[in-house]
Each structure stands twice: as structure tokens, then as C-alpha cells.
């Protein structure tokens, strides 16, 4: 499995994590909470392309995370403690100044936030879902929307080595 499949399905994990769901929101759930108010910017997002481009040419990074995703974790703390266990993939991060915590939860915000905005400007949606959208990020999304799919749309089809 290659590592480009394993942090798409890490990011599907966060995604999961993050979505809303009957039993979970962010004045219950401390990972939601936590996603929700973490504010977008461009720069967050230009560190986490470059995150992800250097952890896909990283083999020792891909080996840590070949059998089990960090993403897969069922909290934050658990993802962050599973990052934290590989050296390489901290390495990595810290390069490009990242923390594993604000990673993982970056991962979570592109997806979601990508496919809510693609929801919105289809019609499908009226408005963000506020439970895990914050006001200023539904802003931020709207206001950088083709910025963010321009830098983030190679990753997310598969590609980031370029």
C-alpha cells in the first residue's frame, strides 16, 4: 500500500472524526470542539501541503504508518500520540512548522471543509454546518476557496510529489 493511499485513508479517518453525527458535537466532543475552533489560514495550509509532500517522499515516515494510519485512531490524543511515535514523520513535520496535533487536525478541516464548500456552491447545502464549521472559517472557505483547491487539489487527487 503506498503511503498516498494511507494518508487519504488517515484523512478519510479524520474526516469521520470530524463530520457531525447524532451523538457527537462540539459541546460534547472535545475533538469537534477543537477542529471547529482551530481558525484556517493560508499559511496553516501551505505548511500542511508541504507536510504532506514531504512525508510522501519519506519512506521511513511511510513505514511507520504502513499497517496503521494515524488518522485511524479513534481521538486527537491517540492520532498525536501515533505521529508522535515516528520520528521521521515528526521530522518532517517540524520542517515545515508543524505540531502532529495541528496536522491531523488540518487533515480533518481540508476534507471536510472541501467537500462542504463543494456542497454549498452545488446547492446541496444552504449554509456550513455550524457544529463543525466556525462562522470565521465559513468565511475564510469562502473567500479562499479557489486559492485553497489550487494548492490543495493535486493532494487530494492523488497527488502532492510534483
Not at 486527537?76 to 495541528?102: H, I, S, T, W
Amino acid at each position: 500500500m503506498t503511503f498516498r493511499l494511507l494518508v487519504s485513508v488517515a484523512m478519510g479517518a479524520a474526516l469521520t472524526t470530524a463530520a457531525p453525527q447524532a451523538k457527537k458535537s462540539a459541546d460534547s466532543d472535545p475533538d469537534i470542539r477543537e477542529m471547529r475552533d482551530y481558525r484556517l489560514s493560508m499559511d496553516a495550509l501551505q505548511k500542511f501541503s508541504n507536510a504532506y509532500k514531504s512525508m510522501m517522499g519519506d519512506s521511513k515516515a511511510q513505514m511507520c504508518f504502513k499497517d496503521s494510519p494515524p488518522g485511524n485512531e479513534k481521538t486527537l490524543d491517540l492520532g498525536e500520540k501515533k505521529l508522535n511515535e515516528c520520528p521521521a514523520a515528526v521530522a518532517d513535520l517540524k520542517a515545515v512548522g508543524l505540531k502532529p496535533r495541528e496536522f491531523l487536525v488540518l487533515t480533518a478541516h481540508i476534507l471536510g471543509d472541501m467537500v462542504a464548500v463543494e456542497l454549498k456552491k452545488s446547492g446541496q447545502i444552504k449554509a456550513y454546518p455550524a457544529d463543525t464549521i466556525s462562522p470565521e472559517n465559513a468565511a475564510f472557505l469562502d473567500q479562499n476557496y479557489e486559492k485553497m483547491k489550487s494548492l490543495l487539489g493535486p493532494l487530494m487527487n492523488g497527488g502532492g510529489d510534483k
